[in-house]
């Protein structure tokens, strides 16, 4: 479905839902028998939109894990996660949403909708920040417990039996982690974990690299041009991507492999490609996500926009120079350690936040155009190739 059209119906639809299926619980919980309490014995998960955002999310679930070993923790999301969650082992089973046609969404949420009813779970913790697709959800399938984030300005919190206030400051990862405090679990070890990788994925990374030449001791770097499709604004320049791939390729004898994923970030690294004097590697769309994740964690360092392989690369153990200006690095930075990151910090940024519901309408990235070759290439050196 196109962006607009769900932030659109996500806007106008959701709030006033959200308002008449809570005053409707509330009217017709008068005259129904007291639901009664019992020890936590099912949860349910709710996180759509952001691979990104799932794999910050690993180290709440598996928190609740500990903190619940003996319950079922379910999660829903949008089909498009689906790899992301594979062989996680803190989730005993995962349902999904489509939203690649109106009426594919349509039917899929209102079908896992009766059927997680049914399932009467004991929490239903949404960690969506803004959507109220997700809140409508929780209302609809949540008899007991729903918790989930009342942001300011974005009408959603009425839908919550138990309202986390969204701080617009720690990093997601911990903020995430608010909602499992409002679950009852009181510390984690918040370090991202890595993806489950299996030995098909191994394999598959193992092939495509010795197919292009690489071998162990190569200096491998990958980079990453893409945000989406809805995110244009927090995009490096193609060109520049080019010349510092060049840059690294004539100068260190860097071996550059190209990332993306969609039609849309397969032209794009095509159109870099050909603006190159050098020739890189082209994995754009000829990988799966975890043989990219596999991929990713051989590289030396990952040089990507503000998107998902950014938390990819931090969750395997790989040095990530990010790109931020329309968003900010504070929020949704790279984790752990010995990453750089180009962040201008100009008067009118982040322009797209939470409290914004991610919407912009600069026309003019200054933030993120500003950000020059040189700089990036004399960081590099200086962080990674002394």
Known sequence: MNLKFQRITDKYLGIPLCYWLHFFKEAAGRFQKKTPDRPVQKILLIKFWGIGNIIMLFPTIKALREHYPSAVIDFFTLSQNRQALEGNPHINQAFFLRNDRFAAFAWTYLKNAALLRRNDYDLVL??????????????????????????????????????????????????????????????????????????ADRKAADR?????????????????????????????????????????????????????HGEHEVRLVSDAIALMLQKPINAAGKLTLKALAELIRRCRFFVSNDTAPVHIASAMGTPVVGFYGPNTPYLYGPRGENNLVFYRDLYCSPCITN???????????????????????DAIEKQYLR
């Open 126 to 199: 949404d960690f969506e920040q803004f959507a109220k697709t997700s809140s409508v959800f929780a209302l609809l399938v949540g008899k007991r417990e729903r918790i989930g984030f009342d942001t300011p300005a974005q009408g959603r919190g009425i839908a919550y039996s138990r309202k986390v206030a969204y701080l617009d400051y720690p990093h997601m990862v911990e903020t995430f982690f608010r909602i499992a405090k409002g679950a009852g679990v009181d510390h984690a070890d918040l370090t991202l974990l890595p993806l489950e990788i299996s030995d």
């Open 208 to 260: 495509f690299l010795e197919g292009h030449g690489v071998r162990e001791e190569d200096f491998l770097v990958g980079m990453h041009l893409g945000s989406g499709e809805n995110m244009l604004p927090r995009r490096w320049e193609k060109e520049k991507f080019a010349r510092l791939a060049d840059c690294l390729m004539e100068k260190h004898a860097a071996k550059v492999v190209f990332t993306g």
């Open 355 to 377: 409290y914004n519901a991610k919407i912009s309408h600069c026309t003019d990235p200054k933030c993120i155009r500003d950000i020059r070759v040189e700089e990036v290439l």
